[in-house]
T-cell receptor, first 115, second 115 residues
Framework: AQSVAQPEDQVNVAEGNPLTVKCTYSVSGNPYLFWYVQYPNRGLQFLLKYITGDNLVKGSYGFEAEFNKSQTSFHLKKPSALVSDSALYFCAVRDGPGSARQLTFGSGTQLTVLP | GAGVSQSPRYKVAKRGQDVALRCDPISGHVSLFWYQQALGQGPEFLTYFQNEAQLDKSGLPSDRFFAERPEGSVSTLKIQRTQQEDSAVYLC?????????????FGPGTRLTVL
């Protein structure tokens, strides 16, 4: 079975400061990991994914995420937060190439960037 | 290009009514997924299509839920005899191929409220 945990329901950060949104996962094989962002009354927008290779993945809007196999983590980061980054962020996992095709999502982290 | 579209965006139903939710995936995308997102939660998998074949319906919560994709493009999720616990946002996603590494692109969702 595959699962994802986002330990923080809410993250607040000042504009211009670095931000981190945490995610840990559990799979039986090799994980495929994804980050999505959701703005109010809108669907999920894809930010980035880790499949294999370099542990640091760069994505849209200046976001990046670091895959850490030993800690089973995939934290989302951005060097300098913008007020417009305020949204709901979801981490998702799929358990390897032979797995079911659906994503398993975490419960989400509400990011608020304060001006 | 055009993304995933869903209609209606909002639906209010009286308990016991039948509803039909439509999804238009990105043109040419083989895989189509339906997810249910309850308030304050991450999306949860309902069902998966590869072209017109429904390969996984393990997430459908009851036999009142039915999905189809008869021509391998547009999909409809039907809920019969709606109950209050069916109130949620229903998200549709599509991906280009049927492999596990492919990114799923989400529509804006249909918010269903059952009174």
């Amino acid at each position: 079975a595959q699962s994802v945990a986002q330990p923080e329901d809410q993250v607040n950060v000042a504009e211009g400061n670095p931000l981190t949104v945490k995610c840990t996962y559990s799979v039986s094989g090799n994980p495929y990991l994804f980050w999505y962002v959701q703005y109010p009354n809108r669907g999920l927008q894809f930010l980035l994914k880790y499949i294999t290779g370099d542990n640091l993945v760069k994505g849209s809007y200046g976001f990046e995420a670091e895959f850490n196999k030993s800690q089973t983590s995939f934290h989302l980061k951005k060097p300098s937060a913008l007020v417009s980054d305020s949204a709901l962020y979801f981490c998702a996992v799929r358990d390897g190439p032979g797995s079911a095709r659906q994503l398993t999502f975490g419960s989400g982290t509400q990011l608020t960037v304060l001006p | 290009g055009a993304g995933v579209s869903q209609s209606p965006r909002y639906k209010v139903a009286k308990r016991g009514q039948d509803v039909a939710l439509r999804c238009d995936p990105i043109s040419g995308h083989v895989s189509l997924f339906w997810y249910q997102q309850a308030l304050g939660q991450g999306p949860e998998f309902l069902t998966y299509f590869q072209n017109e074949a429904q390969l996984d319906k393990s997430g459908l919560p009851s036999d009142r839920f039915f999905a189809e994709r008869p021509e391998g493009s547009v999909s409809t999720l039907k809920i019969q005899r709606t109950q209050q616990e069916d109130s949620a946002v229903y998200l549709c996603a599509s991906s280009f191929r049927q492999i596990a590494t492919d990114t799923q692109y989400f529509g804006p969702g249909t918010r269903l409220t059952v009174l």
